[in-house]
């Protein structure tokens, strides 16, 4: 295939999950099969709400924020805080110093931004009135504000933006990464995305929308179950993901290394309904043709899929449809992520773009947990049990979202003259 | 009062996360002391009317800014006063 554009390569990660902090950390959970789910312990906002939950780390404001600026920051932008300096750092790329400020972009997105911190401060009006409620609250959790406090920190001042876009929002960020550099508009872009759900209102009404796992209160590992025949929901989960995007000549000339290409990205809207998705999965298939189309790539060069995958009934059924779709009789290898972390929602699409870097610079392949009979409406080559091993020389992530939003985005060899060495899993 | 008011201002910047270790009456609120964002002065200026009863308008809001801790312990005291005689 010739290059008539700048390749985009992924040179830094940094994830805040369920399964801790630290993207390669995380990534040899995945292959271990380790689930980051758990009961929401005693003193939790979800104690007695629901029976299995995502739980990332605790973090303060003060391990990422000066002390006068931290605030009613919200969570979601905390932990788009952390991920971001992690993915930075990882990257080896001080903006300024490495990167021409101007040159740098941001765009980190969330679906709801700080509803928690914004469900407190209802509360505290409701019961000790209306000096309770502080000029503060909006730079503390509107969605924009993890992009925003990301360029404060780090002196980013080329574009920003959030995509609020719910459970694509994080796919859209990294797609909207792929497209500022392959239009010329950013040298380096910070992208991802980020979810901090974990509060009643939000949990209630997934669960009153029957879109929750339940009925696993014994066992809260089993209640993500993608693909599974006896799959009933999604568990909610919070976190953050973000990746270094940068063009490759750009990451050649300070000698840094890629993890993997981003090569494209499709997106599509079903104009279908609110919350459920085209029964064909004919969105999806659009959004992973497109991805295709723009990476130069065909179907046969695809080795892996990360599953938007949700455990839900007619989620799953839907995307296998869309696969078999693009890729006929040969489905590539599939897994679903959120099987051991939940569903972070805006934070979905950026983990998951972190995932699948890994898997291409590492040749390894997590598996979905939890899927112990695979449903017959969801036939595709499915890694479970264990991780798989073996070079992947191009890998989709699919997300899709409440309100019919589908992103599909393409990874493939890093590019740069020097690419991560394959340590951990896969050694 | 004044004591009162200037304890209660020290308190209230302490809970938003400033070092109050050095302050004083002298200290101006603005760049060459505490260096106070706008929210900060507008969420003290909301305590303050929470608890004296004493407004500060918006377009007052930048002058606030301008004063050391004393002087807005004494704007406060008047305001209150002046509240009081109205009454």
């Known amino acids: 295939m010739s290059v008539s554009h700048p390749a985009a390569v992924i040179t830094g990660l940094g994830t805040f999950t369920p399964l801790g902090r630290g993207a390669a950390d995380t990534f040899d959970a995945l292959c271990h099969g380790k689930s980051g789910l758990r009961r929401p312990p005693a003193g939790h906002l979800l104690d007695g709400t629901v029976g299995s939950a995502g739980i990332a780390p605790d973090i303060e404001a003060s391990e990422v924020l000066p002390p006068s600026e931290g605030r009613l920051v919200d969570r979601f932008a905390l932990m788009a805080l952390a991920a971001a300096d992690d993915a930075l750092a990882d990257a080896g790329l001080v903006v300024g110093r490495d990167a021409d400020p101007e040159r740098v972009a941001v765009v980190v997105s969330s679906g709801a931004g700080g509803l928690t911190t914004y469900e407190a401060q209802a509360h505290d009006r409701v019961s000790r009135g209306r000096t309770a409620v502080s000029p503060y609250l909006l730079p503390g959790m509107l969605p924009n504000m993890a992009a925003a406090r990301i360029a404060i920190k780090h002196g980013i001042r080329g574009w920003s933006s959030a995509v609020s876009t719910a459970c694509a929002a994080g796919a859209h960020a990294v797609a909207e990464a792929a497209r500022l550099i392959r239009y010329g508009e950013a040298d380096v872009v910070v992208c991802g995305g980020a979810e901090a759900p974990l509060n009643p209102t939000s949990a209630l009404a997934f669960d009153h929308a029957r879109a929750l796992a339940g009925g696993w209160d014994d066992d809260p590992e089993a209640a993500s179950r993608p693909f599974d025949r006896r799959r009933n929901g999604f568990v909610l989960a919070e976190g953050a993901g973000v990746l270094v995007v940068e063009r490759a000549d750009h990451a050649d000339a300070r000698g840094a290394a890629g993890y993997a290409d981003l090569l494209g990205w499709g997106a599509s809207t079903d104009a279908f309904k609110p919350t459920a998705p085209r029964p064909g999965g004919e969105g999806a298939a659009q959004a992973m043709r497109g991805a295709l189309r723009t990476g130069g790539l065909t179907p046969d060069e695809v080795g892996y899929i990360n599953a938007h995958g949700t455990a839900t009934k007619l989620g799953d059924v839907a995307e296998t449809r869309a696969v078999r779709a693009v890729f006929g009789d040969r489905s590539p290898a599939v897994s679903s992520t959120k099987s051991m972390t939940g569903h972070l929602l805006g934070g979905s699409g950026a983990v998951e773009a972190a995932v699948c870097a890994l898997a291409v610079s590492r040749g390894t392949l997590p598996p979905t947990h939890n899927l112990d009979e695979v449903d017959p409406a969801c036939d595709l080559d499915h890694v479970r049990g264990e991780a798989r091993r073996g070079p992947v020389a191009a890998a989709l992530s699919n997300s899709f979202a409440f309100g019919g939003h589908n992103v599909s985005l393409l990874f493939g060899t890093a590019s740069t003259r020097t690419t991560r060495q394959r340590e951990g899993e896969g050694t | ?87």
Do not use: H, W
């Open chain 2, 1 to 87: 009062m004044s004591a009162e008011v200037e304890k209660f201002i020290i308190e209230a910047l302490e809970n938003m996360n400033y070092d109050v270790s050095e302050v004083t009456g002298d200290t101006p609120l603005g760049p060459a002391g505490l260096d106070l964002e706008s929210l900060s002065v507008a969420e003290i200026a909301i305590q303050v009317e929470d608890t004296y009863g004493v407004k500060f308008e918006e377009d007052e809001m930048e002058s606030v800014a301008l004063l050391t801790v004393s002087g807005l312990v004494k704007e406060i005291v008047d305001r209150a006063a002046a509240a009081a005689a109205a009454r």
